[in-house]
C-alpha cells in the first residue's frame, strides 16, 4: 500500500510546518526569553511580576513562578531564608544613624583581581555571528556598569585584529576599545581568550605590546583567559568557519573539513582541538602567562569536569587570579545536541563537587560561576555558597539585541536591585558577609553536600 | 594622557627622531669602536676552541616562540605568513646536529611591549652572539660563556682605554670561574632583602637589577622552574620541575648578559611542552621532524652584543650601543 503523490506531498508539507512549530516552541519555552526582554525593556520595573491582567485579578491567580521541569536539580533547589534577628543590621544602622534599607547595601567587590561594581561579569562571548554582531553594545553596556567583560576565542582570527574583515561585524579591537574606553575610572576588566588558531597569530602578545591598550594594561585592566572547556560541551573543541583564502593560507597548519583548493564553498570548517591538560602541562602554562604578561591578570575557564577538585587544587596552588566553572547548562549557543543531553556536571552538581574548596578558601583566587543564571537571586545564592560572583551570557546577548547599550544597563539594573533587596532581606549589607547559613535546601542529599540545612528538618 | 611615562617617552622619540645623527659624534664613535673590539675578541676566542660560524638565518615559518610577552614579526612569504627570527635557537640545533659547535652572530627582532622602552635594557632589533655545542652539559656552556666573557671584558680594557676613558667608563678585570646561584637561592637572597618575587616566573627586570648591583661580579642564575623558559630548556630528570638552564648577569646593575641550556631533544618531550604555551605543535612540523629522526644532546647560549656594549662601556641604555636603534612603540628610521 502506498499514499498518492498529492497526498504524501501534503503530509510531508505540514509535518514541516508542525516541526517547525513545535521546534520554535521548544526553544521559547526551554529559556525566560520574555523574562530577559521586558527586562531589558522596561529595566527595573520588569523585576515585579507584570501581566496583561489588571493588578487586582493578578492578585487572584499569582505569577507564574512554575518552570518547565529539568531532569536534574538547578539553583532553584536552593531557597534563602532570611531570619528574624538581624545583628548586622543594627550594626548598618548604628553606622548610618538611621534604619539601613535594601538599597544600602554595597555590591562593590574584587573579582579575579578587578574592582567591580557588582560581582557580575559578562561571559566571554566569542566569534559566533550572533554573539559579535552585538558585542558593542554588550562592551558599552558593560562598562558602563562597571563590570568585567570577556571576549572570547577566534574573534581576532575571524573577524580581524584591527581591521573588519566584513561589513557589521565588527573587529576584535574594536570590541576591546569600545569596553575601555567607556569604563569608568579603574572599575572594571577585560579577560581575553587565545584559541589555536588565535595563538598562532599571537594575540596575546599582539595585545601586550599594543599601544592604545598599553595604557588599560599599565591600570591593570587585562586579564588573559585559559579555556579548558565550556557548560555544554566539556572536552570538545569549537567549531570555527575560515574563509577559503584564509584556509588555504592556513592549510599547512589545521586539519580542515575538506581542500580548499578543490571545494566550490566560501568557507571551509575548521573543528577545533578540546586542548590537552595535564596537571605539569596546566602549571607551565600558568607560569608562562605570569613570565610573559606580568601586568595582566590570569583567568582560568572550566567546564563541568568530574575532575574539578583536583584541577582547582592545580590552578589555586599556582594562585590564579580567577577561576570560571560553566555548568552543563552554559554556553548552549553552539553546542552538539549530544553534549547537551549527556555531557557533563549540571551547576549545582559541580558546586557540591568543589563544597570543600569552596568552604576552606584561602588565597586570592576568585571564584566565579556561569550557566542559565539570570536573575538577582541566582547571584545571591552563589555568593552564599562562597562564590565570588556569576557570570551572565545569553541575558546579556538577548538584552543586548532587544535593546542595545540600554538593554544591558537596564537589565543588569534589574539584576543589582534585586540582590541588593534579596541581601537586605538577610539582614546583611556586604557582600562578604553572605554565608551558607542564608541558605536552605530542598533535597536532603544536596543539602548535605553543600554543606546548607534541609528545610525541612 | 600626560603622565611622566609618557613625556618622558616623548623625550626618547625626539631623541630617536635624528638618530642617523649620532654617529657623528665622538660618543657614538667610542661606543661603535670598543664594539667593534669585543665582537673580534668573541669570534677570535670561539674559533680558537673549535666553533664554526654560520651565516644567520633571518625568516623561517617559526621562530623561537619564548621571548617573554614580545611579538614576532612577521612577513608575507609568497602568500604563507613567515616569521623574523625572535632567536635562531631552532636552527642552532639543526645546525649542530651536523657541525659539532657553532655560532651564529644573529640578527634578532623581537616586538617588544611597550613599557620595555623606558628599561634601558630592551632593544626591538638587536644583535646576539648565539652558540651550540653538541653533546655538551649546561655546565660546559657556562665554562663557555665565562671564559668568553672575560675574553671580551679584558681585551677591551687591554686595547681600548683611549675609548674607555672618554666615556668615563672603569670596567673592573673579571676572572672565571663565575659564583653559580640557584634559582632557589636567588630567590631566598632577594627575599632576605625584602623583595619578594613570584616561584615559578623569570626574575623581574628591577629585582635582576638590584640583584646584579649587589654581587659586585658577574654571576649565573641557574636551575629556573619549568614554565619560566621555552620548551626547548631541559628537564632536570631527577630534579622534576627544575630545568637544566642559566642565565649570566653582569655585576653593576647591568642585569642580564647571556641566557643558555641544555636543550630538550626528545620529541615526546618537546611536544609536551608546547602544549604549555597553548599553540598547535602542527606549527612547528619541520623542527619536530627533526627531533623525531633525532638529533644530539646539546647545550648553548646566546648573549646579546648590544648589551655587551653597554656594560663595557657603561652605559645608562642599551640603545646608545646601536646604529639608528629601534625602541618598542617609538617611530624612529
Redesign the interface.
Given at each position: 500500500m502506498s499514499l498518492s503523490k498529492p497526498f504524501l506531498n501534503i503530509f510531508l508539507a505540514l509535518h514541516r510546518f508542525y516541526s517547525l512549530f513545535t521546534d520554535l516552541a521548544e526553544i521559547w519555552g526551554s529559556y525566560p526569553f520574555r523574562e530577559i526582554i521586558e527586562r531589558a525593556r522596561k529595566g527595573v520595573d520588569a523585576i515585579y511580576p507584570a501581566d496583561v491582567l489588571k493588578p487586582s485579578i493578578m492578585l487572584l491567580k499569582g505569577a507564574n513562578i512554575y518552570k518547565q521541569p529539568t531532569r536534574y536539580a538547578t539553583l532553584d533547589e536552593l531557597l534563602l531564608l532570611p531570619p528574624a534577628f538581624t545583628p548586622l543590621r543594627l550594626k548598618k544602622m548604628s553606622e548610618l544613624l538611621r534604619e539601613p534599607i535594601f538599597s544600602d547595601v554595597d555590591l562593590r567587590h574584587n573579582l579575579g583581581g578587578f574592582n567591580v561594581n557588582m560581582p557580575v561579569m559578562v561571559a566571554s562571548m566569542g566569534s559566533v555571528q550572533v554573539a559579535n554582531k552585538i558585542s558593542l553594545e554588550v562592551a558599552r553596556g558593560a562598562a558602563r556598569m562597571g563590570i568585567p567583560m570577556g571576549i572570547g576565542e577566534n574573534v581576532a582570527t575571524m573577524w580581524g585584529y584591527s581591521r573588519r574583515i566584513r561589513s557589521g561585524q565588527p573587529c576584535f579591537k574594536e570590541r576591546v576599545m569600545t569596553y575601555l574606553e567607556n569604563l569608568d575610572g579603574n572599575v572594571g576588566g577585560l579577560t581575553i581568550q587565545?584559541s589555536?588558531e588565535d595563538?598562532?597569530n599571537?594575540l596575546w602578545?599582539?595585545v601586550?605590546?599594543?599601544?592604545d591598550i598599553?595604557?588599560f594594561?599599565?591600570k591593570g585592566l587585562i586579564g588573559f583567559e585559559?579555556k579548558i572547556g565550556q557548560g555544554s560541551k566539556p572536552g570538545l573543541g569549537g567549531e570555527v568557519r575560515l574563509s577559503r583564502e584564509e584556509a588555504?593560507?592556513l592549510r599547512?597548519?589545521?586539519h580542515l573539513s575538506e581542500d580548499p583548493q578543490n571545494t566550490l564553498r566560501d568557507s571551509i570548517e575548521r573543528h577545533s582541538?578540546p586542548?590537552?591538560?595535564?596537571p605539569?602541562?596546566l602549571?607551565?602554562?600558568?607560569?608562562?602567562m605570569?613570565?610573559?604578561?606580568?601586568?595582566c591578570r590570569v583567568w582560568v575557564k572550566l567546564g563541568p569536569f568530574r575532575d574539578l577538585p583536583e584541577v582547582l587544587d592545580v590552578l589555586t596552588s599556582?594562585?590564579v587570579d580567577a577561576v570560571w566553572i560553566d555548568g552543563r547548562e552554559g554556553g548552549t549557543g553552539m553546542s552538539p545536541y549530544a553534549s547537551m543531553r549527556h555531557l557533563g556536571l549540571p551547576l549545582i552538581a559541580a558546586l557540591c563537587s568543589i563544597s570543600r574548596q569552596l568552604e576552606s578558601r584561602t588565597g586570592s583566587t576568585s571564584f566565579i560561576v556561569s550557566g542559565r543564571l539570570y536573575d538577582g537571586g541566582h547571584l545571591v545564592k552563589c555568593l552564599c555558597l562562597g562564590l565570588d560572583g556569576v557570570a551572565f551570557g545569553r541575558p546579556i546577548a538577548v538584552s543586548a539585541w532587544v535593546a542595545g547599550a540600554r538593554g544591558v544597563e537596564n537589565y543588569l539594573r534589574t539584576v543589582e536591585l534585586e540582590a541588593k533587596m534579596l541581601i537586605s532581606a538577610l539582614g546583611k549589607y556586604r557582600v562578604q558577609d553572605l554565608s551558607r547559613e542564608d541558605l536552605g535546601c530542598l533535597d536532603r542529599d544536596i543539602a548535605e553536600r553543600l554543606g546548607v540545612r534541609y528545610v525541612y528538618a | 594622557m600626560e603622565t611622566e611615562v609618557s613625556v618622558e617617552l616623548q623625550r626618547l622619540a625626539e631623541i630617536l627622531r635624528q638618530s642617523w645623527k649620532m654617529v657623528r659624534t665622538p660618543r657614538m664613535r667610542a661606543i661603535l669602536k670598543v664594539q667593534d673590539v669585543a665582537c673580534d675578541a668573541m669570534r677570535s676566542f670561539l674559533k680558537s676552541e673549535g666553533f664554526i660560524e654560520l651565516l644567520p638565518p633571518i625568516i623561517g615559518p617559526v621562530t623561537d616562540p619564548g621571548i617573554r610577552g614580545a611579538k614576532q614579526a612577521t612577513i608575507d612569504y609568497y602568500g604563507r605568513e613567515y616569521k623574523v627570527m625572535s632567536s635562531a635557537i631552532l636552527y642552532k640545533q639543526a645546525a649542530m646536529s651536523g657541525l659539532g659547535k657553532i655560532f651564529f652572530m644573529s640578527p634578532n627582532v623581537r616586538l617588544e611591549p611597550i613599557d620595555s622602552a623606558l628599561t634601558g635594557r630592551h632593544l626591538v632589533e638587536f644583535v646576539q652572539l648565539d652558540l651550540e655545542m653538541a653533546e655538551a652539559s649546561y655546565f660546559d656552556a657556562m665554562a663557555v660563556a665565562e671564559r668568553l666573557l672575560s675574553e671580551a671584558v679584558n681585551t677591551v680594557r687591554d686595547t681600548c682605554q683611549k675609548e674607555l676613558e672618554l666615556l668615563g667608563r672603569q670596567l673592573p678585570a673579571i676572572k672565571p670561574p663565575f659564583k653559580k646561584l640557584t634559582y632557589d637561592e636567588t630567590l631566598e637572597y632577594l627575599r632576605v632583602r625584602g623583595i619578594k618575587v613570584r616561584y615559578g616566573v623569570e626574575i623581574p627586570w628591577d629585582a635582576e637589577q638590584l640583584i646584579s648591583k649587589m654581587i659586585g661580579e658577574p654571576f649565573f642564575i641557574i636551575d629556573y622552574p619549568r614554565g619560566a623558559r621555552g620548551f626547548y630548556d631541559m628537564e632536570d630528570e631527577r630534579r622534576p620541575g627544575i630545568l637544566r638552564d642559566f642565565d649570566l648577569i653582569y655585576p653593576e646593575g647591568y642585569g642580564e648578559c647571556a641566557s643558555g641550556a641544555e636543550r630538550e631533544y626528545r620529541y615526546e618531550k618537546v611536544l609536551a611542552r608546547m602544549k604549555e604555551t597553548g599553540e598547535d605543535p602542527r606549527k612547528y612540523a619541520w623542527y619536530l621532524e627533526m627531533l623525531k629522526e633525532g638529533i644530539p644532546p646539546s647545550a648553548g647560549f646566546g648573549i646579546g652584543v648590544e648589551r655587551l656594549t653597554r656594560y663595557l662601556c657603561g652605559l645608562d641604555a642599551v640603545w646608545e650601543a646601536r646604529l639608528c636603534p629601534k625602541l618598542a612603540g617609538i617611530y624612529s628610521p
Open positions: 587565545q589555536v595563538a598562532y599571537e602578545n599582539k601586550y605590546s599594543d599601544p598599553e595604557p594594561i599599565e585559559i588555504e593560507r599547512d597548519k589545521y582541538a586542548g590537552t591538560f595535564v605539569e602541562i602549571r607551565g602554562m600558568i607560569r608562562m605570569r613570565n610573559n604578561y606580568p601586568r599556582e594562585g | -
